[in-house]
């Protein structure tokens, strides 16, 4: 039998971990060899009694057989770390996943890509930040990275789906079982038009244990992390530890000091993580890897503030539109703003942010507002 589903049997057996296989294969069992391996021999290159049981009693041709036709019956296929088309970038990590199984176009693990994580209760500025950042840095051509969490992720996942970039969505269950239930719409849509994987066996339920794990292949499959909203406390920044373990760039979005929603993002910027307020302060670290007419492109249409009208035509939300034609017959103070629109001054102040991190208005001394 092919080492590669050798490889993919030890994946499947329950219990088995990223170490045990690493022994089995330095040992040089990943060969037909293992079928005739009795718990004694499991034992004699390291694994646990046991594991080595188990291994005895369930690792055989015929078993493998029998998971590869459940995994592909499921509509899943998979790539383990001795193929060609594994994502190199991820290969380069200190633990790569020995096989990961998907759904989609398994070539967009190998563009360049950004992570995009994120609290999963995020405020209604994480939100807008999460948005903007995701659909201009996929229309830029960076596939956008996130693990299909409620919250920030999903809100990254949507945005980026509407950019050439796509999306790529890490899970921390198998590939049949959707977490949390009410991204099953989403999931689907990002194995139609991008990618997702995991690296557990189909059949796998979500446990809290599995989303660390799951974190350091968002990290591991992109150029960089952005934080775009955490606390202090956020798994969010377990992925950014996975990104500076892999050599990789950290950039978090600054928040409200107040926020607590903040604390995590703002810290990291304390530590040395790139501070961003637009999508340009990302495409500029990674101009090399994108193609030359999407940069030019991309930088004429987002990031030139002459293209200010363009750019509040055709990408501002209906609330942020709705603010800058109010501006448009300005400029006008904060108290002006906050009598012609009716608003409270919390989602005045987030609307008027994303516009100006849009250049589409500016501030001027006096906390007045005109459009760019």
């Given at each position: 039998?092919?080492?590669?589903?050798?490889?993919?049997?030890?994946?499947?057996?329950?219990?088995?971990?990223?170490?045990?296989?690493?022994?089995?294969?330095?040992?040089?069992?990943?060969?037909?060899?293992?079928?005739?391996?009795?718990?004694?021999?499991?034992?004699?290159?390291?694994?646990?009694?046991?594991?080595?049981?188990?291994?005895?009693?369930?690792?055989?041709?015929?078993?493998?057989?029998?998971?590869?036709?459940?995994?592909?019956?499921?509509?899943?296929?998979?790539?383990?770390?001795?193929?060609?088309?594994?994502?190199?970038?991820?290969?380069?990590?200190?633990?790569?996943?020995?096989?990961?199984?998907?759904?989609?176009?398994?070539?967009?693990?190998?563009?360049?890509?950004?992570?995009?994580?994120?609290?999963?209760?995020?405020?209604?500025?994480?939100?807008?930040?999460?948005?903007?950042?995701?659909?201009?840095?996929?229309?830029?051509?960076?596939?956008?990275?996130?693990?299909?969490?409620?919250?920030?992720?999903?809100?990254?996942?949507?945005?980026?789906?509407?950019?050439?970039?796509?999306?790529?969505?890490?899970?921390?269950?198998?590939?049949?079982?959707?977490?949390?239930?009410?991204?099953?719409?989403?999931?689907?849509?990002?194995?139609?038009?991008?990618?997702?994987?995991?690296?557990?066996?189909?059949?796998?339920?979500?446990?809290?244990?599995?989303f660390p794990q799951r974190n350091r292949?968002?990290?591991?499959?992109?150029?960089g992390t952005v934080v775009v909203e955490?606390?202090?406390?956020?798994?969010?920044?377990?992925?950014?530890?996975?990104?500076?373990?892999?050599?990789?760039?950290?950039?978090?979005?600054?928040?409200?000091?107040?926020?607590?929603?903040?604390?995590?993002?703002?810290?990291?910027?304390?530590?040395?993580?790139?501070?961003?307020?637009?999508?340009?302060?990302?495409?500029?670290?990674?101009?090399?890897?994108?193609?030359?007419?999407?940069?030019?492109?991309?930088?004429?249409?987002?990031?030139?503030?002459?293209?200010?009208?363009?750019?509040?035509?055709?990408?501002?939300?209906?609330?942020?539109?709705?603010?800058?034609?109010?501006?448009?017959?300005?400029?006008?103070?904060?108290?002006?703003?906050?009598?012609?629109?009716?608003?409270?001054?919390?989602?005045?102040?987030?609307?008027?942010?994303?516009?100006?991190?849009?250049?589409?208005?500016?501030?001027?001394?006096?906390?007045?507002?005109?459009?760019?």
């Open positions: 039998m092919d080492s590669r589903y050798l490889l993919f049997g030890l994946n499947e057996v329950e219990g088995i971990g990223w170490k045990s296989i690493d022994k089995i294969r330095r040992a040089g069992m990943l060969t037909d060899l293992a079928f005739t391996c009795g718990a004694g021999d499991w034992e004699r290159v390291g694994i646990s009694g046991k594991m080595s049981q188990r291994l005895e009693a369930v690792y055989t041709s015929e078993w493998i057989h029998r998971r590869h036709i459940l995994m592909k019956e499921s509509g899943v296929e998979m790539v383990t770390l001795l193929d060609e088309e594994y994502p190199g970038l991820l290969k380069e990590t200190p633990q790569p996943p020995w096989v990961l199984y998907y759904r989609g176009s398994l070539a967009l693990a190998s563009r360049p890509a950004i992570a995009m994580v994120g609290t999963r209760v995020p405020t209604a500025y994480g939100r807008k930040m999460g948005e903007m950042l995701s659909e201009q840095l996929s229309g830029a051509g960076l596939t956008v990275v996130s693990g299909l969490a409620r919250g920030i992720d999903s809100v990254c996942h949507e945005a980026a789906l509407r950019g050439c970039g796509s999306t790529i969505a890490v899970v921390a269950t198998g590939l049949d079982k959707v977490y949390p239930l009410e991204n099953r719409e989403l999931e689907h849509q990002i194995a139609q038009d991008g990618l997702v994987i995991s690296e557990y066996p189909i059949g796998t339920k979500s446990h809290p244990g599995l292949i968002i990290a591991g499959l992109a150029l955490a606390d202090s406390r956020s798994g969010s920044l377990i992925t950014a530890d996975a990104a500076l373990e892999a050599g990789r760039d950290v950039f978090a979005v600054p928040g409200p000091v107040t926020s607590p929603k903040s604390r995590g993002a703002n810290d990291l910027i304390k530590q040395g993580a790139k501070l961003v307020t637009g999508a340009h302060d990302i495409v500029e670290e990674y101009i090399s890897y994108l193609p030359v007419k999407s940069v030019e492109q991309r930088e004429k249409e987002l990031f030139n503030p002459e293209n200010g009208d363009k750019l509040a035509e055709k990408k501002l939300t209906s609330e942020e539109s709705h603010l800058y034609h109010i501006l448009h017959q300005g400029p006008f103070t904060l108290d002006e703003l906050l009598g012609r629109t009716r608003w409270d001054f919390g989602h005045l102040h987030s609307v008027l942010l994303s516009l100006i991190i849009k250049k589409a208005v500016t501030q001027l001394p006096g906390a007045i507002y005109k459009v760019i």
